[in-house]
Every structure is written in C-alpha cells, then in structure tokens.
C-alpha cells in the first residue's frame, strides 16, 4: 500500500495552525507517518506550561487526520480527557474502544465488514489531554481516581486481547498498536524541576541572565528550560507511575512561547485573535487595523504573565477592544501603541490599587 504523505507534508500543515513549537511538531509528524504505514511508532508525552499549544497541536492533527483527503482509509482517531477514563465503570478503557468502534463503523459505512472495523479500532490514534490532571498520588497521598485511570491506558496500550461491548455484541482486539498522544502542563513538575536547578541539587545552579526583549525592554531572567534537567524520576515523584511513564517512548517539552510567537500566534493562524476580532468588525462596516508598535506591546505584555502562556494575549486585547466592540463605527479603526499602553497602565494600576 503506498502511502500518500510525507512527514514534512505534515509538518508544514501543523505548524500553519501551532506556533514556535517545531519540535513537537517534527516528532508528532514522523510518528504519524510511521504508525500510519503500519510500523512501530512511539507514544508521545508532550510537557509544557499551560497556554504553549499542547491542546492546539493535538486538536490540529485532528482536524488535519480526519480532513486531509485520502487519509481517512487509514486514520481513526479520537481526542479525549484524561479524566474520563477515570469515570469508566467497565474500566480498562473499553469505552475508548467502543469510541474508537463507532468511529470506524462511521467511517467504513454500515455494512462494513467485522474484520476491517476490528483492524481499525487495532490501528487508531488516542489523543489524551490533561494527563497531568490523573496522578496516582497527590501530596502524599494516594489518589484513587488517578491510579484508576493510568491503570486503564496501561491496559489499553500493552494489551493484545481486550474485550469491550458495541452493537450489541462482545469484540476482542490487540490494542497494543494503538498509538497515543498525551499531554498535560504537569505545572508543580516545573516548579520542583526549577527548584533543583536553581539550589543546584546535583547540577551547578542557574544563574540569572540579562535579556533584551523584542520591545527593548531589559530584564533578568533564569535561562532555564525544562528539557534540559527533567529526569524520569521528576514524572515519577509528579504521580505518574513508572510503569506509565515508560510506555511514552517519546517525550517532548514544549517551548515556552517568546514574544515574536506571541505576536504571531495573535495575528496569524486561522481563527486567531485578530482575525477573528477584525471579522466581528467587518459586520458593521469596519475595517479594523493594528500598528506594529501595538501589537509589540500586546506580546509583550502577554509574555510577561508568565503562567498564562498564549491566553494572556487575549486578556490585554480583551481590555483594549472593549469599548470599540460596544458601539462600532464604520470606517477604518486602528488599534495603536498608545491604546495598549493606556490599557496595559490601567490595568496594572488597578492591581496596584486593590
Ligand atoms: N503554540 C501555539 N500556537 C498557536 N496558538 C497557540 C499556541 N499556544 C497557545 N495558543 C493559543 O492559546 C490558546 C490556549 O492554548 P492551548 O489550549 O493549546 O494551551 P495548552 O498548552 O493546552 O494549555 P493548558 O495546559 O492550560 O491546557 C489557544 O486558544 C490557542 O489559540
Ligand atoms: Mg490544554
């Protein structure tokens, strides 16, 4: 069977939609295309601060897998939260399974035969957000839910018979060759992680660094990033079992967003903030324009909240666009430096105030 993609076909497309995070896309990429023509391909754990792109990128290869013509034959793919699996009285993941199932039948047509719908469900792909969220332990103390849960992916991901109900009958399947794609912002791993490399618990202490920002501000920052000292142990003593862990073959940290991303992530892919604000104005006969300096200082100030990550951006647009949203007036408007600023003092004094 020839298979129609290459990995960097898919690369491009992602990264249209997710930004300033090649790395993972790269490894999403090839994994893709080596599940997809039926070779071994590793499961991937992607780590990353909340608002990196984690549920972006996964919603991206989504849509991408399920809209890209020609590649519905071979993928069946299903996004899901972590904690669902926790809630599953049938346990093991069988109602991943009978997802995965309806899916196929979905997609085969009603009259498909038993054996391609069964080879479907065996060769799916499981996305599962929030996986920090199912810890086996939190602060010491066991969490049920949590165990409850990583026990059925472990099930799912190295079990060659597992049974589950659909269509009023009882399948067996080897799900073991189900890829799995799962994410979580694990936000105290990065604290404890920071901690270590801060005191210089077996590595030399992070020293501050004097950085220059796009916007010419100067600052100084820890240069530390999370792949550089995250240990298999760190994920254990997160809650994560060795067991599970070991089962992502792959591990990615995602790159905390820098203000150049920032300010793309604002302007460019479809669906961004911009273009979604500019296409509300369109309604009412406003063409609605943006400075650079302004959108310099959006990203800016979206890149120092710091635990909000791309979210920031639409907290600040949120305050300067307000007013205008209210009462449009057709014509040209243009959003500039001096409006952000107004908006960025404001709000910081209003902090300042309470
Ligand atoms: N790398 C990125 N590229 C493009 N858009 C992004 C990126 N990161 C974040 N965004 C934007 O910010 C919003 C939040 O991002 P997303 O939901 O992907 O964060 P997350 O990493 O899943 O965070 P959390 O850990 O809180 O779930 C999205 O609406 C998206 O538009
Ligand atoms: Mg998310």
Redesign the pocket.
Known sequence: MTFPLRPRDIFEELRK?????DDAIREISVALVKHLVGQPAPNILLI??????????MRAVEQYLTTTAGLGDFANVIRMNANVLAEEHSGYGRAVLARLYENARRKLGADAEMEKIIRSVEHAIVFI??VDKIRAQVSGAPNVRGIVAQEALLTLMENEHVTFGADGAEHEVNSSGILFVA???FEELYENVLRRATIGQDVTPLQPVVVVSASGEVREELPFHLRDYLKYEDLFRYGMTPQFVSRFESIVV?ND?AEA?LAK?FVE?E??IFRTSRDYFKRFGVDLQITRGALINIAWDASRQKRL???A?REIFRRVIRNLEFEPTAGVVTIDEQMVKKAITSRDSGRRER
């Open positions: 939609i997710v930004v300033g995070q990353g601060n909340s608002g990196s792109g984690k549920t972006t990128l957000d929030e994410g979580g912002a995602l967003l991303d992530i892919p669906g961004s990550g791309a979210r951006l």
